[in-house]
């Protein structure tokens, strides 16, 4: 079996929080380890790489390792982070999967979509269309003008990718010092698109307390 590492970002402070948010409690174990959980039982991966600082392994105590884990130190910077990953993942990788650790409620489905999608264009990534009406506003937040939703998504991850390009996607920007949010933007600076797959289920990033009080509902 040809060999795909996860990489599971989980090096931010978590400063929108006010505290530990992959610490934080759901349906009785550490958002980290819910994240993990999921892609442990997926057949497809075969290693993870976590970066992370050296307390957060704390956080997986409470579950069975049951493939190849190492932890990396992240950077200050997200996109520094998953170069750190990268720079940990197996050389003989064929395709490389990028998650953010504060997304737990990812669903194996998605993940596999994701995966097929990036053996067949090199570059996929999970999201979601954008159905909410967007307004631009003013600075003083007065409504100025609709803006058109066709077309426009929200990215999510996992985001996976033929393992050379997404090396030499980043091997691109860090030495043009650009600075990108997500490993898709990463791709687009070499000029390559990348294929969006529609998210099936829940697929949010923790962000802020209110959050982790939701998804504590929904959690099956």
Aim: proline content about 5%.
């Amino acid at each position: 079996m040809s060999k795909l590492p996860a990489i599971i970002v989980a090096a931010g402070f978590s400063h929108r929080m006010g505290f530990d948010k992959l610490a934080a409690p759901l349906a009785g174990k550490s958002v980290l380890a819910r994240t993990l959980e999921t892609f442990l039982a997926c057949d497809a991966i075969t290693e993870i790489i976590l970066v992370a600082p050296p307390e957060r392994m704390a956080l997986l105590e409470e579950i069975t390792l049951t493939k190849p884990l190492r932890r990396v130190d992240g950077g200050m910077q997200r996109h520094l982070s998953v170069a750190n990953g990268l720079a940990a993942a197996s050389s003989d990788a064929e395709l490389i999967a990028i998650h953010d650790a504060a997304r737990p409620l990812v669903s194996q489905t998605d993940i596999l979509s994701t995966l097929e999608a990036a053996r067949e264009h090199e570059a996929a990534s999970l999201a979601r269309r954008v159905t909410e009406t967007l307004k631009r506003s003013d600075d003083s937040d007065f409504t100025l003008s609709s803006i058109t939703r066709e077309n426009l998504w929200f990215m999510e991850t996992p985001q996976i990718f033929q393992a050379d390009l997404i090396r030499r996607a980043y091997a691109h920007i860090l030495g043009k010092k650009i600075l990108v949010t997500d490993e898709a933007s990463a791709i687009e600076s070499l000029g390559k698109t990348v294929k969006l797959v529609p998210s099936t289920s829940p697929n949010p990033k923790i962000t802020i307390p209110a959050d982790l009080e939701t998804l504590n509902l929904k959690w099956p």
